[in-house]
């Protein structure tokens, strides 16, 4: 039997904008992604409402929500606010598919930088965004609310080619 080549869902990406519909299953994810939950319908109604808010939802072939993101797109940057998978579908390119989206929105609207903050202690988040050419360059001492550091990532396009321009680290993470 003829082998078919693996497809991830950044080959084919189920992405589309969240909808009013997608809220309980998007409070789901991150009510179980989440330590510090305190999401709630409100909130993603209200970041739904704003204009600079934009929210994704990446769903399976089989039509179910798996992964989201929220993110702010102000002026020429865009700062990541929330990227989470369902614990059931991790590592299966699903955070990666969206923020390959959030890149080529941000190339689409000439975005200069894309930035976010990630706890220091969580790793799988920051090898995700590693991979996709961003890097270290501050710390928020005790920027979350259990007093843990948040530390800036941060991906950087040059303004002529739109090319996503490599940058050393600024800071060491222990
Ligand atoms: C971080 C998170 C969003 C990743 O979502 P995901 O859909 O599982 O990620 P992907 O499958 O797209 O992973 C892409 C790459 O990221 C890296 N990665 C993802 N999870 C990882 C882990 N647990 N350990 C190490 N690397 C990891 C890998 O390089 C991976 O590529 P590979 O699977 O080919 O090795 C997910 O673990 C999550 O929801 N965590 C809780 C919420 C959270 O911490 N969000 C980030 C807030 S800043």
């Known amino acids: 039997m003829e082998m078919l080549p693996e497809r991830s869902p950044s080959d084919v990406p189920n992405i589309a904008a969240m909808r009013s519909e997608d809220i309980a299953d998007v409070l789901a994810i991150d009510a179980a992604s989440f330590q510090s939950h305190r999401t709630t319908t409100d909130n993603l109604q209200e970041e739904m409402d704003r204009p600079w808010s934009h929210l994704w ?93 948040g530390i800036e990532m941060m991906l950087t396009f040059d303004p002529k080619t739109k090319e996503i321009v490599p940058q050393p680290d600024e800071i060491t993470i222990a």
């Not at 797109?73 to 700062?79: G, L, T, Y």
């Not at 969206?98 to 220091?120: D, G, S």
Request: no cysteine.
């Open 57 to 149: 939802v990446a769903r399976t072939p089989q039509g179910q929500l798996a992964a989201f993101i929220v993110l702010w797109h102000v002026a020429d940057e865009v700062h990541v606010l929330n990227v989470a998978t369902d614990p059931s579908f991790r590592r299966h390119g699903y955070a990666r598919a969206l923020m390959h989206h959030t890149i080529a929105f941000a190339k689409k609207h000439e975005v200069r930088l894309v930035l976010l903050e990630v706890r220091r202690s969580n790793g799988a988040a920051m090898a995700l965004y590693r991979t996709l050419g961003f890097s270290a360059m501050g710390v928020r001492r005790g920027y979350y609310s259990d007093g843990e550091d």
